[in-house]
């Protein structure tokens, strides 16, 4: 018994959140050890009417499998109740919760999906080199963002996409700021306080890993934004683009800016239809040259457009950002509007959900809009971070103190 109850407690140390581990008696050890911010996937061999499980006291799930997940670490008092007339069950176990063996990175350490939409910027951000595949290009992606290497990459035009997570769970802290996503916003400097220059605001989505199998195949839930209930944003939106024929004659347009305003065509779920034109700028294919699709769909939320022509001839195009809750839309040097609360989840009809953290984060163009010679509206990011972890030989700020807090934000400036 001895041995298999050690067995026990190293897989679930090593690995946190797992459905691995060896079913003893009914399916609960007495003690496990796991490290903070890791998840531990527990599933009662024994089935009953119901279910109660608590911790330290406080009933937490009636669900018949809990995952528990702690950002603190310390000693945890967990209880089982299986209320079932004939066999009724109560047990009472322990949770050690250490500190992980190698520290934590507040930084993304990995991308699990990179898919732009067409833009001016792909293959360029990250580059693309002959012969390169997917699994090259989701290579670079990753090598661009992750830690504080801060290589941009771009999403192209709407719907444009990368997924990324954390070498551990983002925990939903109550009443606070949980990670942060640098972009290349910049206001215009003729008039700064109206926040408009360069905004290309990136919706934001969150996945929580309930199947703890490390892939994100979970549910998402899309960060409640500034614009989320306007009318102007719609909802279940879609566009497809298609690769341009082969033979396709380019069409350039009178500025001399445009090399050919009928370069990729797109079709949307609202009867429109247009085009991501060249410019003289960037010479490059747009359709992303690893794929071998066609035509490329993205689906999801599309925010009202935010660029205006102060010029009335194409020429000096503004960009607007929204209030806050989206990447790239205000200059990074404004932390709290580049941060992002999970608490804020809202499920596909727009109720909320309350998520314990966020294993996965999935950011994509928000804006189906194109800009003249600026060309379509794109989302980059170029970095993220846990505001949960610490960073070496910075302790984290205390959200009550002002001071501590700018402190902090300047120096992740």
Request: with cysteine; glycine share 8%.
């Amino acid at each position: 018994m001895k041995k298999i109850a050690s067995s026990i407690i190293a897989v679930a140390f090593l690995y946190g959140c797992t459905d691995e581990i060896p079913m003893v008696n009914l399916g609960i050890d007495d003690v496990y050890y796991i490290a903070r911010m890791q998840k531990l996937d527990l599933h009662p061999a024994l089935t009953g009417e119901q279910y109660e499980w608590y911790v330290d006291g406080t009933c937490v799930s009636h669900e018949k499998d809990y995952i528990f997940l702690a950002a603190e670490e310390g000693d945890y008092a967990l209880e089982l109740k299986i209320i079932d007339p004939a066999t009724p069950y109560d047990f009472k176990f322990d949770i050690h919760v250490l500190h992980e063996e190698v520290e934590y990175s507040p930084y993304i350490s990995r991308v699990y999906e990179y898919c732009p939409a067409p833009g001016q910027f792909v293959n360029e951000m990250p580059r693309y080199e002959d012969g390169d595949t997917y699994a090259d290009i989701l290579r670079k992606a990753e090598e661009s963002i992750s830690g504080t290497n801060d290589i941009m990459i771009t999403l192209g035009g709407y719907g444009g996409y990368v997924t990324f997570g954390f070498d551990h769970t983002v925990m939903n802290v109550a009443g606070e700021s949980d990670f942060r996503i640098w972009g290349n916003a910049f206001y215009e400097l003729t008039n700064p306080d109206a926040r408009g220059g360069s905004a290309e605001p990136g919706i934001v989505m969150v996945s929580y890993d309930a199947n703890c199998n490390g892939i994100p195949d979970d549910d998402w839930y899309e960060l409640a934004g500034s614009e989320y209930y306007k009318p102007e944003t719609l909802h279940n939106y879609r566009i497809t683009y298609r690769r341009p024929i082969p033979g396709h004659v380019p069409e350039e347009d009178e500025t001399g800016y445009l090399d050919d305003i009928t370069y990729i065509p797109w079709t949307d779920s609202e009867g429109e239809n247009g085009y991501i034109a060249k410019n003289i700028f960037h010479s490059q294919d747009y359709f992303p040259k690893w794929t071998d699709e066609n035509e490329l769909t993205f689906t999801g939320s599309r925010l009202a457009p935010n660029g205006i022509d102060l010029s009335g001839t194409g020429r000096y195009y503004v960009l607007y950002a929204y209030d806050y809750g989206y990447v790239d839309n205000h200059p990074n040097d404004y932390a709290d509007l580049n941060s992002f609360d999970i608490s804020m989840a809202v499920d596909s009809d727009g109720t909320p959900v309350h998520l314990p953290g966020i294993d996965f984060v999935r950011v994509y163009t928000g804006l189906n809009q194109y800009c003249g010679w600026l060309g379509e509206t794109s989302t980059e990011i170029a970095r993220a971070q846990d505001l949960h972890i610490a960073l070496p030989g910075i302790p984290l700020p205390d959200p009550l103190n002002n001071q501590s807090l700018t402190k902090y934000n300047n120096h992740n400036k």
